[in-house]
């Protein structure tokens, strides 16, 4: 079955300090892979995706790249900001009609 | 484009009672997803339907809970009897095209919280 396995969080980074959440899935086939990001008291909101192989997927200074031969979509930023202070969810869509989903990485960032 | 909005955003019930939330998709987006996030984890999938056919449930959806979107538009979550351990937060999505792979989007959720 498909699944998808997140580094354990809270990653606790300083303002303008280099990010990387680590993210590897289990899939057959092709799936199309999603960061998704749930600010405190809010819904989930698509940050990025990439929809095929050695695809990067980038947004607001986000980026991940599609590793087909790592199984991994490890999502980086080169300049963390108090603002990206939120809940940060790796998924999967395999032609399953759902989203599997890790369990989220917690990122705080200290001014 | 107005979003995908979920009501209400939160219920305090109490054991046994019956509770039920109402999801409204973007417009024209013809799947509609419902999830279940629990505190700390990442959601998981409970049913989807294409336009009003509910066409996959999860073995997370028990006998108790029932889904339905009538007119292939907004869709309702039922819980009956509900439990302790229905508590969480009950996540809508809708996306517009499945062969496309397109991206489901959330509402902001109901968080049921169940004493």
């Known amino acids: 079955g498909n699944s998808v396995t997140q580094m354990e969080g809270p990653v606790t980074l300083s303002e303008e300090a280099f990010l990387t959440i680590n993210c590897t899935y289990t899939a057959t086939g092709y799936p199309s892979l999603f960061w998704y990001v749930q600010y405190p008291g809010e819904g989930l909101q698509l940050l990025l995706k990439a929809t095929k192989a050695d695809d990067k997927g980038s947004n607001k200074g986000f980026e991940a790249t599609y590793r087909k031969e790592t199984t991994s979509f490890h999502l980086e930023k080169g300049s963390v900001q108090v603002s990206d202070s939120a809940v940060y969810f790796c998924?999967?869509?395999?032609?399953?009609?759902?989203?599997?989903f890790g369990g989220g990485t917690r990122l705080m960032v200290k001014p | 484009d107005t979003g995908v909005s979920q009501d209400p955003r939160h219920k305090i019930t109490k054991r046994g009672q019956n509770v039920t939330f109402r999801c409204d998709p973007i417009?024209?987006?013809?799947?509609l997803y419902w999830y279940r996030q629990t505190l700390g984890q990442g959601p998981e999938f409970l049913t989807y339907f294409q336009n009003e056919a509910q066409l996959e449930k999860s073995r997370l959806l028990s006998d108790r809970f029932s889904a339905e979107r009538p007119k292939g538009s907004f869709s309702t979550l039922e819980i009956q009897r509900t439990e302790q351990g229905d508590s969480a937060m009950y996540l809508c999505?809708?996306?517009?095209?499945?062969?496309?792979?397109?991206?489901?989007?959330f509402g902001p959720g109901t968080r049921l919280l169940v004493l």
């Open positions: 417009s024209e987006h013809n799947r």
């Open positions: 999505a809708s996306s517009k095209d499945f062969l496309l792979q397109e991206t489901q989007y």
């Open positions: 998924a999967l869509y395999n032609a399953g009609n759902m989203l599997t």
